[in-house]
């Protein structure tokens, strides 16, 4: 063969050699990546390119066994208000004053020195020792009492005129706190003899005349 045809046999098995066919293992073409119609290759997964993962909905979580649930806000948030409003001590005492202007209660106890069922405007808590000396020096605490010349009468032995007196002077006062009933029971003191009074009106007239000491001069009881 001529040095010719040798080159040109060269030639040709070279250009065999250069052309597309893939080697062996060689990843086939479409493995590779796809060809973006510029030109450009995208990546696919067999060149090691992981894809995005794909956002999922978290299950929502569920109640432990045995554990406490979180606690959550009324809709309506209760305010406490505290327990009922009471009644003021004043307003309780007004209460009871007026059952035993009725002659209820202890008002019908016309015996003993006990304290005074009256414990109104003129209720002095630092005379009332006092009180308690001058029914006790005066009586022994019988609200029934007369004195021997049935001029005197009742716990505090009072005269007609003191007492009917003190009769007009508590009106105001009861009208002002019972009512127009009450001033009805005030008026028929005054023709109702004063140890037939209840305990609450002798009471009471003994404070209406005391007035804070300004009528002590009624009391003129030695050891009080």
Wanted: aromatic share 8%; with cysteine.
């Amino acid at each position: 063969m001529s040095k010719v045809k040798v080159v040109l046999v060269t030639a040709a098995l070279c250009l065999v050699i250069a052309g597309p066919a893939r080697a062996v293992g060689d990843p086939a073409p479409d493995q590779h990546g796809l060809t973006t119609a510029g030109g450009s290759q995208v990546p696919s997964v067999a060149q090691g390119v992981t894809p995005s993962p794909t956002p999922t909905q978290q299950a929502p979580a569920t109640a432990q066994p045995g554990a406490s649930p979180e606690p959550t806000a009324s809709p309506l948030a209760s305010s406490s208000t505290g327990p009922a409003a009471q009644p003021s001590e004043e307003a309780a005492q007004r209460a009871l004053e007026a059952g035993f202007a009725k002659g209820e209660g202890k008002a019908a106890d016309l015996h003993g020195v006990a304290d005074s069922l009256y414990k109104g405007k003129w209720f002095s808590a630092k005379a009332e020792d006092k009180r308690r000396c001058i029914v006790r020096k005066e009586t022994g605490g019988n609200y029934e009492s007369v004195s021997s010349g049935g001029d005197y009468r009742g716990a505090y032995q009072m005269s007609r005129p003191l007492a009917v007196g003190a009769a007009w002077m508590m009106q105001a006062e009861v009208r002002k706190e019972f009512g127009a009933e009450a001033v009805a029971t005030v008026e028929k003191l005054r023709d109702i003899p004063t140890q037939k009074w209840n305990r609450y009106w002798q009471d009471r007239a003994f404070w209406t005349i005391w007035r804070n000491g300004s009528g002590s001069d009624h009391w003129r009881v030695r050891g009080c």
